[in-house]
C-alpha cells in the first residue's frame, strides 16, 4: 500500500467533508440522526457502526487540533479558550448522546450476530456503557481543563545560563558535558526552579486524585485504581500482573543496573558518584551531537526509516508535506513528545521538544513508530479498530527504536556510532525501573486516596530505595529526590497510562532479537501485527509480531540475558 493512499481514497462520507465545530450544535443533528435510525440487519448496523465512525473521527480530529495547538503555545490564551470551549460546551454533550448511540447499539437484536472480527469493539463498547455516569460528566469536564496545567506550569519552567533563558530541555543537555562544574551548576538550577513549583504540582495532584477518586465512587468502584484498568479496557491482563511485573523488574534487571552504575563510577574515576554523573558520557567523550538543524534531523531520520522499509520513511516524508511535525523545543511550548493520531485523515501529528541531543533522535524513532502503526491501520473500518490500548500502540514506537539502530550511523561517525548505541541497549533495561517505580506509585496513590503530601513524598522515597540505583550519593540533593516524580507528564494528565511502557518494551526487546535473527521477517511480522489494530486481543497481537505478551519473572531474565548479550558484542 502506498502512503499516499490513505489521505485520498475515498472513504464513508457521512459528514459533510466542509463540516467545521464551534458549538455542540454543530454536530448534534448527526448524533440524532444515527440515534433515530432504524436497524433492520446485521447489513444495517454495521452502516451505522460506519457512520458513527465518521462522527467520531471527525470529533477526535477536531478537539486533537486544538490540544496539539494549545500545546505548542500555552502562552496564547486564544488556543487556551479555544480547547476551553471544547472540553466546557461540546464534549460534555458529546459524552451524553455517544452513550445513547452506544446503548442502541448494543440493545441491537443484531449486535450479537457481529463476526469474530468485531469482538474486541463489542466487549470495549459494553464496557463504556458499564462505566457510564451522567453525573460523571461535570468532574471529567474540570479534569480536562486541569490536567493541562501540568503543562502550562512546567512549559514556564526556565533556567539562565550564561546570560541566556533555558528550556528545562535546553539546560538539562548540559548535563551530558564532560565538564562536571558545569552539569553539577545545571543540575542545580534545574533542581531549584522545580522545587519552587513543587507546591504547585502537588497541590494540583491533590486535587486531581480527589476528583477521580469521585469518578469511581460515583460508577461504583472502591478506588480509582480499579476504576481506571476498567476504563482502559484492560481485559489482557490484571492487577496482579501489574504487582508481578513489579517485583520481576527489581529482582531481574535492577541489580544489573547497580553493576553498571559501578562500573560508571570506575570509568569516571569518581570517590561519589552524584545524580548529575548519570547523563555524561563514561568514558568522558565530548556530548552526541547527532544533528545542527532541524532540516537535517528530519531528513536523515526519513532516510533511516526508508532504509529499514520504504513504507516507514514515506510516512515521514507524507506527514512533513503536511506540516505535521512541530519538533523544536521553545519557550512556552509544553513539555514532553506524543504523536497524535488525526482518525478523519489519516496521517498524524509528531510533537516533541528537540534540543540537538542523541535523546532526540530516540525520541523521534519512537514517535514515527507510532505514525507508522496510525497509517497501516487506517484503512480499517472502524476508529475503535484504530484506537489500540497503549500495550500495543507503545510496542510499535519502542520496537522502532531498536530496528532503527541499523541506521544510526546517518547520525555518526564509528566511535560515536558505538557510543550510541551502547546508550541505547543499556536505556532499554534502564526504562523498566523507572516504569515499575511510577506505576507502583500510582497504585498507591490511589488505593490510598485519602494521603497528605508528606505521605506522598515518603512512599516516593521508599520506592526510590526499592527500584533506584545504590551507589548514587544524593546528600545535598535529598529535596530534589523527594520531587523526581513531578516530571512525569503522565501522572497529571493520563493516570495509570505508564505501565504499558514496560510491557511494551519486553515486546520490543523480543522482536529486537527477532530482527537481529532475520531482518525482513522480522519486519514482516511487526507489519502483520500493527496492521492488526485493535481487531485482536493483545496476546493476538503480540503472537501476530511472532512475540509473546509475558511478563512473568523467568521471561523477564530470558530478555535481559539477551540485551547484556547484545550490549557485550556492541562493547567489544
Request: proline share 3%; charged share 30%.
Amino acid at each position: 500500500m502506498n502512503t499516499t493512499d490513505i489521505s485520498t481514497e475515498k472513504r464513508n462520507s457521512f459528514l459533510p467533508d466542509n463540516i467545521t465545530i464551534n458549538k455542540w450544535e454543530d454536530i448534534e443533528v448527526f448524533f440524532s440522526q444515527l440515534i433515530e435510525r432504524p436497524i433492520n440487519s446485521t447489513e444495517d448496523l454495521e452502516q451505522l457502526l460506519k457512520d458513527r465512525s465518521d462522527l467520531l473521527s471527525t470529533i477526535s480530529e477536531d478537539f486533537a487540533w486544538r490540544y496539539i495547538k494549545m500545546n505548542i503555545d500555552t502562552r496564547d490564551e486564544a488556543l487556551q479558550k479555544d480547547f476551553e470551549n471544547y472540553v466546557t460546551n461540546i464534549q460534555p454533550k458529546t459524552v451524553v448522546f455517544e452513550n445513547k448511540l452506544n446503548t442502541k447499539i448494543y440493545e441491537s437484536p443484531y449486535f450479537a450476530q457481529l463476526g469474530d472480527d468485531y469482538k474486541t469493539f463489542k466487549r470495549g463498547l459494553k464496557r463504556k456503557i458499564e462505566l457510564f455516569r451522567e453525573e460523571n460528566i461535570p468532574i471529567q469536564t474540570e479534569l480536562s481543563k486541569e490536567e493541562q496545567k501540568f503543562g502550562a506550569i512546567s512549559s514556564l519552567m526556565t533556567v539562565e545560563h550564561n546570560g541566556k533563558e533555558l528550556t528545562i530541555q535546553q539546560a538539562s543537555k548540559l548535563l551530558k558535558e564532560n565538564d562536571r562544574e558545569l552539569r553539577k551548576t545545571i543540575f542545580e538550577k534545574i533542581g531549584k526552579v522545580k522545587l519552587e513549583n513543587a507546591k504547585k504540582l502537588d497541590d494540583l495532584l491533590d486535587s486531581l486524585i480527589k476528583k477521580r477518586h469521585q469518578l469511581a465512587l460515583n460508577a461504583g468502584y472502591k478506588n480509582y485504581r480499579d476504576y481506571k484498568f476498567d476504563e482502559l479496557e484492560r481485559f489482557d491482563y490484571k492487577v496482579e500482573d501489574c504487582l508481578a511485573f513489579h517485583d520481576a523488574v527489581a529482582t531481574q534487571v535492577v541489580p544489573l543496573l547497580n553493576e553498571w552504575a559501578k562500573q560508571r563510577k570506575e570509568k569516571l574515576k569518581l570517590d561519589v558518584l552524584k545524580p548529575y554523573d548519570l547523563d555524561v558520557d563514561e568514558n568522558n567523550g565530548t556530548p552526541l551531537n547527532p544533528f545542527e538543524t532541524t532540516q537535517e534531523f528530519i531528513d536523515k531520520t526519513k532516510t533511516a526509516l526508508s532504509n529499514t522499509n520504504p513504507y516507514f520513511g514515506e510516512c515521514l516524508l507524507t506527514m512533513e508535506k503536511m506540516g505535521r511535525l512541530d519538533l523544536d523545543s521553545k519557550p512556552g511550548k509544553a513539555p514532553g513528545g506524543f504523536n497524535y493520531p488525526l482518525y478523519k485523515s489519516g496521517y498524524p501529528f509528531i510533537y516533541m521538544n528537540a534540543v540537538g541531543t542523541h535523546r532526540d533522535i530516540v525520541t523521534l524513532f519512537h514517535e514515527a513508530g507510532h505514525a507508522v502503526h496510525s497509517c497501516l491501520t487506517h484503512p480499517l473500518s472502524l476508529v475503535d479498530f484504530k484506537s489500540f490500548p497503549s500495550e500495543v500502540a507503545e510496542l510499535a514506537s519502542m520496537s522502532m527504536e531498536l530496528m532503527s539502530m541499523d541506521n544510526w550511523h546517518l547520525f555518526y561517525n564509528e566511535e560515536e556510532l558505538k557510543r550510541a548505541k551502547i546508550v541505547q541497549i543499556k536505556g532499554v533495561l534502564e526504562t523498566l525501573p523507572m516504569v515499575a517505580r511510577i506505576d507502583k506509585f500510582q497504585h498507591w496513590l490511589y488505593t490510598h486516596p485519602e494521603h497528605t503530601a508528606e505521605d506522598r513524598t515518603n512512599y516516593w522515597l521508599e520506592i526510590s530505595e526499592e527500584f533506584g540505583l545504590d551507589c548514587v550519593d544524593w546528600s545535598g540533593y535529598e529535596d530534589i529526590k523527594k520531587y523526581a516524580w513531578q516530571k512525569v507528564l503522565h501522572i497529571y494528565e493520563v493516570p495509570f497510562y505508564y505501565i504499558e511502557y514496560g510491557f511494551a518494551q519486553l515486546g520490543a526487546i523480543a522482536v529486537w532479537r527477532n530482527y537481529c535473527n532475520d531482518k525482513q521477517k522480522a519486519i514482516e511480522s511487526y507489519q502483520n501485527a500493527l496492521k492488526l489494530g485493535y481487531t485482536k486481543t493483545i496476546g493476538e497481537i503480540y503472537n501476530a509480531a511472532d512475540i509473546q505478551f509475558n511478563f512473568s519473572s523467568d521471561y523477564v531474565k530470558e530478555l535481559v540475558d539477551f540485551v547484556n548479550v547484545e550490549l557485550k558484542k556492541v562493547e567489544e
